[in-house]
């Protein structure tokens, strides 16, 4: 991350700071110790205690044993416990933990032994999308009667609300309108009656409501929470995308998440709650497990993986990696097996029946009613029975699906809850089907309203107690009776050949600039850290502390993009824009911070005023949230100096080329030392036909920044004694007789067919008439043969979420474009400009190789901008 200097450039500073940034420490030869001299009585008694030690510590732990037995009696076999007179002859579970296998008798290449890969799965799968009838994607779901005789059915209905931090609205529309009174709702209702309970995810909304709420509902919430009405699932920032998240983000939105939680309200969540991702990584179950998560439901999988899985009784799993060998990092799933998380499709396999169940959609509430004609009513003495029962059907096909007797059932949908008859309309019909269920023995079930901790821990008490474990089973040692799955659940699809893979790439320019921001932010915690841990002077921890506000929002709007309709692409646009807003002002202001602190850390900025501008600018900056990054060219004058400033937060040196934009070419690359740096000058490029060149000059050269360090270098103009930047050769192809050839360059006509770029490992072959790479050359003979293309799928059914194409991608570029090539010591280069069937082509794109010796570019060959 590079930044120059607009003003005193020209001031000589070492390079070698974060040295002198690290507190050093020596003792003088003259100090005396502190202690004081121990007395004769107490080297007497030390040497006592520790010729009996043995004696002494027998005689206190037969003592400690005796007051047990009185106190407590003699223990009861732990079978005893769970003896039932009515019950059938259950298999107690033995402690048969799985091993993993000797290093001697397994392939340490092949990872981890698991008994379903999700490889397996997808090869196995036919994909014939048959109609199961009134579970349409999976089969007609029945039972005997008897599954439930010896251990009977424990119903964990779970209410929920999932709300988005922006989808259709902002997440600051969504607040005012729905979440906020979401939250009143829920203190409220739940306050009533014991037996209420709820989960929520969201911490951005929880966060936003906290901050309004007063200090009685502040104290109702927190008193739910600690007598388990509510949990706080995930504890996440947000419920974050898992196909374009990169991991960095996903790690810092559950940090500020769950650190805001465990500041404010004093929980650390161990079960999450993702039904709305679309599709699901096994980076995100190694993440839950190694942040303390033990459990995770998931449910927006393949719906013929769902069937799958359902058919075999395996929708509950032990989620493994596919390269741990050892399980370390395994984590226990529920996957929900029908086609939403809507409470038609949770409470079992029929969601005409499920719905008439979703007291919301009667009479005098904003949702729509049953699409299946059959809709709720209320539950009274006169029909409790026949609706229990009915419900009881579902839960008991429900149950079929999985391995133990209990059984999960979330009671919710998006904004839900959002009013105190709502809430009350729910908790009150249900209530009075459980009580009728629950005090008829003869039904062998019990059901009544839980969170995700009654439920896991129910299921997981009973798997202890009885084998569910198949023959052969590899299982997990950390919960017996499941069987284990490495892998991932994408593409997802959700009915037909939906294929939910358009939002990988929907909406690249905010993908683009979440990643900048991840590496900004990053970058500005590292250097924050240098400024608290080894910066001495006082202005090292008044910048930081003033600015601490900032940071925390950068953090929580990254965070909030994480969001899986933020970084998805799959938010409306006005929401897109306050996404991009957010981020657009974090990056300014992590900028701003970064400048300043370049300042401190070189002794530049003493005792100057926050207000005060910084004498460095990045490199790049961004006039709005919506255009893409312009470099801020360098004006170096006559007989002065401009410093650049290069900023390295990885943990090993980096050596690399890099690059500056500059005014005029005729200038000299200095490092701190004021040491000559060969260093080559190139025209800018930019995405226009007639005019290609912007009159600007790129200059290119090695540099080599320390692990956590800053690099100063000069970019100087009339400095004696050292070689000018290097001029680049050009080759041009143009549809025009006139050869622009900007100066001081030499310029010559590209002839032939084929044009190459080479470096000491590699030879670029390019197609001259389409401007496209077409093979690589290695040193050692070997070749690629690459055929590059640039095409465009036409479609008429996808969108921000699918990716539906009519066929193959057509090729667009013709042959007729233009080309320059650049040849110099350091960077080469082709430039196209391609012509295709639009008047104005849409695209222009840059292949470059670099020649820097052990530089991290030897690596790359290929990079690429399209505008």
């Given at each position: 991350?590079?930044f120059?200097?607009y003003?005193?450039?020209?001031?000589?500073?070492g390079?070698?700071?974060i040295h002198s940034?690290l507190p050093?420490t020596?003792?003088?030869?003259?100090?005396?110790?502190?202690h004081?001299r121990?007395?004769?009585?107490?080297?007497?008694?030390?040497?006592?205690?520790?010729?009996?030690f043995?004696t002494?510590?027998?005689f206190?732990?037969i003592i400690?044993f005796?007051i047990?037995?009185?106190r407590?009696?003699v223990p009861?076999p732990l079978t005893?416990h769970f003896?039932n007179q009515?019950?059938r002859?259950?298999?107690?579970?033995?402690?048969?933990?799985?091993?993993p296998p000797?290093?001697a008798?397994?392939?340490?290449v092949s990872?981890?032994?698991?008994d379903?890969t999700?490889k397996?799965?997808?090869?196995?799968?036919?994909f014939?999308d048959?109609?199961g009838?009134?579970?349409?994607?999976?089969?007609?779901v029945k039972?005997t009667?008897?599954?439930?005789?010896?251990?009977?059915?424990?119903?964990f209905?779970?209410?929920?609300?999932?709300?988005?931090?922006?989808w259709?609205m902002?997440?600051?529309?969504?607040y005012?309108?729905q979440?906020r009174?979401?939250?009143?709702?829920?203190v409220e209702?739940?306050?009533k009656?014991?037996?209420r309970?709820?989960?929520?995810?969201?911490?951005?909304y929880?966060?936003r409501w906290?901050?309004d709420a007063s200090?009685?509902?502040?104290?109702?919430f927190?008193?739910?929470?600690?007598?388990?009405?509510?949990?706080?699932v995930?504890?996440?920032?947000?419920?974050?995308d898992e196909a374009?998240s990169h991991?960095?983000?996903?790690?810092e939105?559950?940090?500020?998440g769950n650190?805001?939680?465990n500041d404010?309200?004093?929980?650390?969540p161990?079960n999450?709650w993702a039904?709305?991702?679309?599709?699901?990584?096994?980076t995100?179950a190694?993440l839950l497990r190694r942040?303390?998560f033990?459990n995770m439901?998931?449910?927006r999988?393949?719906?013929?993986?769902?069937k799958?899985l359902?058919?075999?009784?395996?929708?509950e799993f032990i989620w493994?990696?596919?390269w741990?060998?050892e399980g370390?990092?395994?984590i226990?799933?529920?996957?929900?097996?029908?086609y939403?998380y809507?409470?038609?499709h949770t409470?079992?396999p029929?969601?005409?029946?499920?719905?008439?169940?979703?007291?919301a959609?009667?009479g005098?509430?904003?949702?729509e009613?049953?699409?299946?004609?059959?809709?709720?009513?209320?539950?009274?003495?006169?029909n409790?029975?026949e609706r229990?029962?009915?419900?009881?059907?579902?839960y008991?096909?429900?149950?079929t699906?999985?391995r133990?007797n209990?059984?999960l059932?979330?009671?919710?949908?998006?904004?839900?809850?959002?009013s105190?008859?709502?809430?009350?309309?729910q908790?009150?019909n249900?209530q009075l089907l459980?009580?009728?269920?629950?005090?008829?023995?003869s039904?062998n079930?019990?059901?009544?309203?839980g969170?995700?901790e009654?439920?896991?821990?129910?299921?997981r008490e009973?798997a202890?107690?009885?084998n569910?474990?198949l023959?052969?089973?590899?299982?997990?040692g950390?919960i017996?009776g499941?069987?284990s799955?490495?892998g991932d659940f994408?593409?997802?699809?959700?009915?037909?050949q939906d294929?939910?893979s358009g939002?990988?790439?929907s909406?690249?320019?905010?993908k683009?600039?979440d990643?900048?921001?991840?590496h900004?932010?990053r970058?500005?915690?590292?250097?924050?850290?240098?400024l608290?841990g080894?910066?001495?002077r006082l202005?090292?921890?008044?910048?930081?502390t003033?600015?601490?506000?900032?940071?925390?929002a950068?953090?929580?709007?990254l965070?909030?993009?994480?969001?899986h309709?933020g970084?998805?692409?799959?938010?409306?646009?006005h929401?897109?824009?306050?996404?991009?807003?957010?981020?657009h002002t974090s990056l300014?202001d992590l900028?701003i911070?970064m400048?300043?602190?370049?300042?401190?850390?070189?002794?530049i900025?003493?005792?100057?005023?926050?207000?005060?501008?910084?004498?460095?600018?990045?490199?790049?900056?961004r006039?709005?949230?919506d255009?893409?990054?312009?470099h801020?060219?360098?004006s170096?004058h006559?007989g002065?100096a401009?410093s650049?400033?290069?900023f390295?937060p990885?943990?090993?040196?980096r050596?690399e080329v890099?690059m500056?934009i500059?005014?005029r070419p005729?200038?000299?690359?200095?490092?701190s030392?004021?040491?000559?740096v060969k260093?080559?000058?190139?025209?800018?490029?930019?995405h226009?036909?007639s005019?290609?060149f912007?009159?600007r000059?790129?200059?290119h050269w090695?540099a080599s920044?320390?692990?956590?360090?800053?690099?100063i270098?000069?970019?100087?103009?009339?400095?004696?004694?050292?070689?000018?930047?290097k001029?680049v050769?050009?080759?041009?192809?143009?549809?025009?007789?006139h050869?622009p050839c900007?100066?001081?360059y030499?310029?010559?006509k590209?002839?032939?067919?084929?044009?190459?770029?080479r470096n000491?490992?590699?030879?670029?072959?390019?197609?001259?008439n389409?401007?496209l790479?077409?093979k690589?050359s290695h040193?050692?003979?070997?070749?690629?043969?690459?055929?590059e293309?640039?095409?465009?799928y036409?479609?008429?059914?996808s969108?921000?979420?699918?990716f539906k194409p009519?066929?193959?991608?057509k090729?667009i570029i013709?042959a007729?474009g233009q080309l320059?090539?650049?040849?110099?010591?350091?960077?080469?280069?082709?430039?196209s400009?391609?012509k295709?069937?639009?008047g104005?082509t849409?695209?222009s794109?840059?292949?470059?190789?670099?020649?820097?010796?052990?530089t991290?570019?030897?690596?790359l060959?290929?990079?690429?901008?399209?505008?």
């Amino acid at each position: 991350m590079a930044f120059s200097s607009y003003g005193g450039g020209n001031t000589r500073r070492g390079g070698g700071w974060i040295h002198s940034l690290l507190p050093t420490t020596s003792a003088s030869p003259n100090s005396k110790s502190k202690h004081p001299r121990k007395s004769r009585k107490q080297t007497a008694l030390r040497d006592l205690i520790f010729a009996n030690f043995f004696t002494i510590g027998l005689f206190f732990s037969i003592i400690f044993f005796f007051i047990v037995i009185y106190r407590y009696g003699v223990p009861k076999p732990l079978t005893s416990h769970f003896k039932n007179q009515n019950s059938r002859s259950l298999k107690i579970r033995k402690p048969n933990y799985w091993k993993p296998p000797a290093l001697a008798d397994r392939d340490v290449v092949s990872g981890a032994v698991v008994d379903i890969t999700t490889k397996d799965l997808y090869d196995k799968v036919e994909f014939l999308d048959v109609d199961g009838g009134p579970w349409k994607q999976g089969w007609m779901v029945k039972y005997t009667g008897n599954e439930w005789d010896s251990e009977k059915l424990k119903v964990f209905v779970v209410p929920h609300s999932h709300n988005d931090p922006g989808w259709k609205m902002t997440v600051e529309e969504y607040y005012d309108r729905q979440s906020r009174h979401i939250l009143d709702t829920i203190v409220e209702t739940l306050s009533k009656d014991v037996r209420r309970k709820f989960i929520w995810e969201e911490m951005s909304y929880l966060e936003r409501w906290w901050r309004d709420a007063s200090e009685t509902k502040r104290e109702s919430f927190i008193n739910l929470v600690k007598n388990g009405q509510l949990e706080i699932v995930g504890g996440g920032w947000v419920m974050n995308d898992e196909a374009n998240s990169h991991y960095f983000a996903i790690i810092e939105q559950m940090m500020e998440g769950n650190m805001w939680l465990n500041d404010t309200i004093g929980v650390i969540p161990k079960n999450s709650w993702a039904i709305d991702p679309f599709g699901y990584s096994s980076t995100m179950a190694y993440l839950l497990r190694r942040m303390g998560f033990e459990n995770m439901l998931i449910q927006r999988t393949h719906y013929e993986l769902k069937k799958e899985l359902a058919f075999h009784k395996n929708l509950e799993f032990i989620w493994r990696q596919s390269w741990d060998a050892e399980g370390t990092s395994d984590i226990f799933v529920h996957m929900m097996p029908f086609y939403s998380y809507d409470i038609p499709h949770t409470c079992g396999p029929e969601p005409a029946v499920c719905c008439q169940f979703d007291f919301a959609r009667m009479g005098g509430f904003v949702y729509e009613r049953c699409p299946w004609g059959q809709h709720p009513v209320e539950t009274n003495p006169g029909n409790v029975k026949e609706r229990a029962l009915k419900l009881l059907d579902q839960y008991r096909k429900k149950s079929t699906l999985y391995r133990t007797n209990t059984l999960l059932v979330p009671l919710g949908d998006d904004f839900r809850y959002i009013s105190i008859d709502e809430a009350e309309a729910q908790f009150r019909n249900y209530q009075l089907l459980f009580d009728y269920i629950n005090s008829n023995p003869s039904l062998n079930a019990e059901a009544k309203f839980g969170t995700l901790e009654d439920y896991f821990g129910t299921l997981r008490e009973e798997a202890d107690r009885i084998n569910y474990s198949l023959p052969r089973e590899v299982g997990s040692g950390q919960i017996g009776g499941f069987p284990s799955l490495s892998g991932d659940f994408f593409t997802y699809a959700d009915r037909q050949q939906d294929y939910w893979s358009g939002y990988y790439v929907s909406r690249p320019f905010f993908k683009a600039v979440d990643r900048v921001l991840e590496h900004t932010l990053r970058a500005t915690e590292m250097m924050m850290a240098f400024l608290l841990g080894y910066c001495q002077r006082l202005s090292c921890e008044k910048l930081p502390t003033g600015f601490s506000y900032k940071l925390t929002a950068a953090r929580r709007n990254l965070a909030l993009f994480q969001h899986h309709d933020g970084v998805t692409g799959t938010a409306k646009d006005h929401v897109v824009e306050d996404y991009g807003s957010r981020m657009h002002t974090s990056l300014l202001d992590l900028q701003i911070f970064m400048s300043k602190a370049i300042e401190v850390l070189l002794g530049i900025r003493h005792e100057k005023s926050d207000q005060n501008p910084s004498q460095f600018e990045p490199a790049q900056v961004r006039s709005k949230y919506d255009v893409q990054p312009v470099h801020r060219a360098i004006s170096a004058h006559e007989g002065n100096a401009q410093s650049v400033v290069i900023f390295n937060p990885l943990e090993q040196t980096r050596d690399e080329v890099v690059m500056v934009i500059v005014n005029r070419p005729d200038v000299t690359v200095l490092d701190s030392n004021w040491t000559c740096v060969k260093s080559q000058i190139s025209p800018e490029l930019q995405h226009d036909e007639s005019k290609m060149f912007t009159g600007r000059h790129r200059v290119h050269w090695k540099a080599s920044i320390p692990a956590m360090g800053l690099q100063i270098y000069y970019i100087a103009n009339g400095f004696v004694g050292c070689e000018k930047a290097k001029p680049v050769r050009l080759k041009i192809l143009t549809k025009s007789n006139h050869l622009p050839c900007p100066a001081p360059y030499a310029c010559s006509k590209l002839e032939g067919d084929t044009a190459e770029i080479r470096n000491q490992h590699q030879t670029l072959s390019f197609n001259v008439n389409l401007g496209l790479l077409q093979k690589i050359s290695h040193s050692n003979g070997s070749q690629n043969v690459v055929g590059e293309e640039i095409g465009m799928y036409s479609s008429s059914g996808s969108g921000a979420y699918l990716f539906k194409p009519n066929g193959d991608a057509k090729p667009i570029i013709q042959a007729g474009g233009q080309l320059v090539i650049s040849e110099g010591p350091l960077m080469q280069e082709v430039y196209s400009y391609p012509k295709t069937a639009w008047g104005h082509t849409p695209i222009s794109h840059s292949t470059r190789i670099y020649n820097g010796d052990n530089t991290i570019q030897q690596l790359l060959s290929r990079e690429g901008i399209s505008c």
